[in-house]
């Protein structure tokens, strides 16, 4: 019996010996596994998010190429496009254009753009001096750096501009956020010790989870990643002893082949082995029992047996449900993506179906002008005799037909200049106009549709009004278009005064009249093509709702603002102001010749 117990506690002990070498060979091959696998995810992880910025520079860069306000410091039209390319993307914090000099043009955190040179930036001077490999389409992915004002952390991310014939031009930046990456990598199921971090193919950190703030920016080429493994394979699992990531680890990395990108999943084996090893202390204990008393060796080992049974299979449990969520992460991403795309495709879509409406609009204003013109003609030639007298139904009738001709015409001209500002194809030319003459001949022309109308129409100028380079017929259409809205909205015995003055500097024109006025939530509502106040009792006066926006068109175009205001029942007062850039001083023997004319009736 004693011989049997020898042999059976030096079985015992050399099956217990090889068991836990098998598991801590187990353990260690499944975390090599899993720490392949997860930086699997987050190579592609990272090399997605780049390539997808990468598309929405590629988008930015083709828009910009045909706009002629591209090169526009601070355009707000500009702005408000390269906002929304960078809404795409949560990576991006503000996209930059920057010209050939390092001058910043446009900045989609401000509509005002600082004043710094950025000559010296890495994306400028690497498009600059064709250092980017893959030519002009190439992006440049830089180090993460500073900013110079906000002292932040970002990355940059850069595509090449050029002039029609070839030469560099400037270059379209897109900031991005490191901490998106951080945060991602902190939504993952990461286990005890385990590392993330995400390099720069140069060197440096650009994101890491834990203590990202501790690392980043900070040059990784003296480790064993940039030493050694990077220049034997792309991708590969490696057991090293690093003294930044801290002793016996295991480390799976991965270079992308698309981003000058590299990221590593590292683990300590010691914290991987924990397990194991509570269980080979387990087991020595339970092996020493069984030495000391042979008698309760078997039933001790049934009891390991049993526990070890479970405790593989809850191991078991717990993998299953790691590459589960794994694979429901690689999913999610997977449909993030198809989701990506298909908005882009829509956006495509709208974009086109929105220039086809416009460009369907520009052609139907032009060919129902030509027939309109002839019934407009005709009309007048009855309505003056010159193919003999009509009865007085007869020329009633006539007159009707010329005042819905022109009333049809007039439009399909707002229709016209709504679709040209909104294609960007409406020409401006500019001279020197005297403002109060442009003033009462627009009087003149509202005269009588204001007396028919029965409403008081008077003018408040001063004895001296600078000169307006402006355009004459946008001008003249501004005020014809307030003056048309606020004789239509006054009712019989109203008043409308116009006015001109300066203020600010600024040349200030006002429409105001004692009409029906306009609620306070449609005041924004109004501004917008088509759009009509829609209550019982505005229904009662026709139009399109194109008069206001197309107003508000006219004066941006030319540099100025427009103010609406308005209290229900009490009359409105519409107000243009141009900037002073705009404003030329009379001189002296003009403005003694004004003096000597009379004011606009």
């Not at 971090?197 to 703030?213: E, N, S």
């Not at 206001?548 to 941006?556: D, N, Q, T």
């Amino acid at each position: 019996m004693g011989a049997f117990g020898v042999a059976l506690i030096l079985g015992l002990n050399a099956l217990v010996g090889y068991d836990l070498l098998h598991q801590r060979d187990e353990t260690l091959a499944r975390a090599r596994e899993d720490s392949a696998a997860m930086a699997l995810v987050l190579e592609h992880h990272a090399t997605d998010s780049l390539s997808g910025v990468a598309k929405i520079l590629a988008g930015a860069v083709e828009v910009l190429a045909v706009r002629a306000d591209a090169w526009e410091r601070g355009d707000a039209d500009v702005f408000a496009l390269l906002r929304r390319q960078a809404s795409l993307s949560p990576l991006i914090r503000a996209i930059l254009v920057v010209s050939a000099g390092g001058q910043l043009i446009h900045d989609t955190q401000t509509l005002e753009p600082a004043g710094i040179d950025l000559s010296d930036r890495d994306y400028l001077m690497a498009h600059r001096d064709r250092l980017v490999p893959g030519g002009a389409d190439a992006v440049f992915v830089g180090n993460p750096v500073r900013g110079r004002t906000s002292n932040t952390w970002f990355i940059s991310m850069s595509r090449r501009l050029e002039r029609p014939d070839g030469r560099f031009a400037g270059v379209v930046v897109a900031v991005m956020e490191p901490m998106a990456f951080r945060s991602f990598y902190q939504t993952l199921p990461l286990s005890g010790d385990a590392v993330v971090t995400l390099y720069h193919a140069d060197g440096p950190v650009i994101a890491r989870f834990p203590d990202h703030d501790s690392y980043i920016g900070l040059s990784a080429h003296h480790l064993p990643l940039f030493t050694t493994l990077l220049k034997q394979t792309r991708a590969g699992t490696e057991l090293l002893d690093s003294a930044s990531d801290g002793p016996r680890r295991i480390l799976s990395h991965r270079a992308s082949a698309e981003m000058p990108v590299a990221v590593t999943v590292s683990s300590s084996r010691d914290a991987v082995l924990a397990p194991w090893w509570s269980k080979a202390m387990t087991l020595a204990v339970a092996d020493l029992a069984g030495t000391l008393v042979l008698a309760a060796m078997t039933l001790a080992l049934l009891s390991e047996a049993g526990r070890r049974e479970r405790a593989m299979a809850d191991l078991q449990d717990s993998e299953r449900a790691l590459r589960d969520s794994q694979q429901r992460l690689i999913q999610d991403i997977a449909a993030r993506h198809r989701i990506e795309a298909e908005l882009i495709a829509a956006k495509q879509v709208s974009d086109a179906a929105n220039r086809a409406k416009t460009q369907f609009l520009a052609n139907m204003s032009h060919e129902l002008r030509t027939p309109l013109n002839a019934v407009i003609g005709f009309s007048e030639a009855l309505e003056s005799g010159i193919f003999g007298q009509m009865s007085a139904k007869q020329t009633e009738y006539v007159g009707d037909i010329r005042k819905s001709g022109q009333h049809l015409l007039s439009l399909i001209n707002d229709i016209l200049d709504t679709t040209k500002i909104e294609s960007g194809k409406y020409v401006l030319h500019q001279e020197d106009l005297p403002v109060d003459d442009l003033i009462g001949e627009c009087l003149r022309q509202m005269g009588p549709l204001a007396v028919e109308k029965g409403v008081t129409l008077t003018a408040a100028l001063p004895a001296s009004l600078p000169i307006l380079y402006a355009d004459a017929r946008a001008v003249r259409q501004i005020l014809l278009n307030l003056l048309s809205n606020a004789v239509k909205f006054t009712p019989p015995g109203g008043r409308i005064v116009v006015e001109a003055d300066r203020v600010a500097r600024s040349l200030r024109l006002r429409v105001s009249d004692t009409g029906i006025g306009i609620p306070g939530i449609e005041l924004d509502q109004v501004m917008e093509p088509f759009h009509q106040v829609d209550n019982s009792h505005t229904r009662r006066y026709a139009g399109t709702g194109l008069g206001l926006p197309l107003v508000k068109s006219l004066v941006e175009l030319q540099d100025g603002r427009f103010v609406l205001s308005s209290v229900l029942g009490r009359g409105t007062t519409a107000t243009v102001l141009f900037p002073p850039s705009r404003l030329r001083n009379l001189s002296e023997p003009l403005r003694a010749l004004k003096r000597t004319q009379p004011a606009p009736v």
